[in-house]
């Protein structure tokens, strides 16, 4: 099964490469990460996407939890939460196609953040399975490049991964 993990870390140097060490030496995959500061300088947000049985997300949370920079841990997973991913692709957008990928991108809501002679980059933002639909229906010709963030997640409610 697929799961969120989102950690709160230390801002310091080595702490992201810890968490990868912590993945290869288990052989588990890391699907997705991100990491960014919070509001506090000194910490960093790591959102971590995995897959595995529970005892396996059992033992990487457990081994997450003792690497020494991790000051918090929770599997979104596990409750109520929203998660979104950024997506940019770069489509072909020649004469007779630019009215088209236009209706298509407000269709999906997205934005039209470049424009070129021969291109348009388009920016979409929702779940995985918004940004799979957007993909499927342009026409694969029509892409140049496509470059996804992975998701991040936030828990619903007033309660936050905040100390």
Do not use: C, W
Not at 7 to 29: H, M, Q, T
Not at 38 to 66: A, F
Not at 120 to 137: R, W
């Amino acid at each position: 099964m697929r799961h969120i993990i989102s950690i709160l870390l230390e801002n310091e140097s080595g702490a992201l490469a810890r968490v990868a060490n912590l993945f290869s030496a288990r052989g588990y995959n890391i699907e997705s990460l991100t990491v960014a500061p919070t509001e506090d300088l000194s910490l960093s947000r790591m959102t971590l996407v995995t897959s595995g049985s529970d005892e396996i997300i059992e033992q990487i949370t457990k081994q997450l939890n003792k690497l020494i920079d991790t000051v918090k841990l929770v599997d979104l997973t596990e409750g109520s939460h929203i998660e979104r991913e950024m997506m940019m692709i770069k489509l072909r957008a020649e004469r007779t196609q630019r009215e088209e990928i236009k209706r298509l991108v407000d269709i999906f809501r997205g934005k039209i953040i470049d424009v070129t002679d021969t291109s348009y980059t388009v920016e979409l933002t929702g779940a995985a399975s918004k940004l799979n639909a957007f993909i499927e229906a342009v026409d694969e010709d029509l892409i140049i490049e496509v470059v996804r963030t992975g998701p991040s997640g936030i828990g619903r409610g007033s309660k936050g991964l905040g100390l």
